[in-house]
């Protein structure tokens, strides 16, 4: 669980979603990410894929504008096009939601869920991701 306690109505987050690890012995190609359950109050603007090399690591939670969070907007966005993971490897590549406060969240988000393609057929696997923004 990541989170901050000191959130503020109308700012923007940037959320990781899990990591790619591809356990099987086939390469997949990942299509999609989102995140199921937002609760009210937490609106999600967007989602982008980065590499973890361009982001000097894997910045879980990081609000815009701060001084150590990435200019995501200066970087290559690989959602564009499928994120494939080899067998058995983890990839560089993180997928993230950009969120906006727009009323104090009546919850946390729990679960992600993402969409690829393994040879000719499409899977959908659900993760826990979890993640708590609080206003006071």
């Not at 109505?9 to 990942?30: C, D, K, M, Y």
């Amino acid at each position: 669980m990541v989170g901050n306690e000191n959130a503020e109505v109308g700012q923007t987050w940037f959320f990781a979603l899990p990591v790619l690890h591809n356990i099987s012995g086939e390469r997949i190609r990942v299509t999609g990410a989102k995140i199921v359950d937002a609760p009210e109050g937490i609106q999600v603007l967007s989602y982008a894929a980065y590499n973890r090399e361009d982001t000097e690591g894997l910045p879980l939670l990081v609000r815009q504008g701060d001084e150590q969070t990435p200019q995501f907007e200066l970087l290559k966005d690989y959602s564009t096009s499928p994120v494939q993971v080899a067998a058995g490897e983890e990839s560089d590549i993180f997928y993230q939601a950009e969120l906006k406060i727009t009323a104090p969240p009546q919850g946390s988000i729990r679960t992600c869920q993402f969409e690829y393609r393994q040879g000719d057929r499409d899977y959908f696997q659900t993760l826990a991701c979890e993640m708590e923004l609080k206003v006071h």
